[in-house]
């Protein structure tokens, strides 16, 4: 992912709504201040689901896996449909991914991928597979002793 650091802090410094702020405080590393004031703006959030994934990538990016997991399934109790089920689970998936929790991570990359095919969302239901198997493909290569694909790079 390619970061323009000034734009986000031009866009910082200006008219911001309150959760760009946060997302943006976060993709510049500004964790402290973006988990301060998004646990703040929890109570009150009209799309707590999305305020709750943005937190929990911050909590990812520190390796704080049990505390992105608490907030992706608070999220997951915020869904009421199938597409925003599968939203989350492909949150979820990409979190049990940088956790090198590979063959778990292709389960929620598949459940994802059902979902949003039960929601009629078709590029989703390809995005998702293609991650369950980069997943399945790294998990394999790991179990035979291989150098893991994701070192490779």
């Not at 943005?54 to 992706?72: E, G, K, T």
């Not at 009421?80 to 063959?103: C, K, M, N, S, W």
């Amino acid at each position: 992912m390619v970061i323009d650091r000034a734009a986000l802090e031009a866009a910082l410094a200006g008219d911001c709504p309150p959760m760009e702020r946060v997302r943006y405080l976060g993709l510049l590393r500004r964790d402290t201040e973006a988990l301060d004031e998004g646990f703040k703006l929890l109570p009150d959030s009209p799309d707590r689901r999305e305020l709750l994934l943005i937190l929990a990538r911050v909590y990812q990016r520190q390796y704080r896996w049990h505390d992105a997991a608490v907030l992706h399934e608070k999220a997951l109790r915020t869904v009421r449909t199938p597409d925003e089920e599968a939203y989350v689970r492909h949150h979820i998936g990409r979190r049990l991914f940088d956790e090198a929790r590979f063959r778990a991570a292709a389960d929620e990359f598949q459940w994802a991928a059902d979902l949003y095919r039960v929601a009629g969302n078709l590029e989703a239901v390809e995005e998702n597979r293609q991650a369950m198997r980069r997943a399945l493909q790294v998990h394999s290569d790991e179990r035979s002793g291989g150098r893991p694909a994701f070192e490779l790079s």
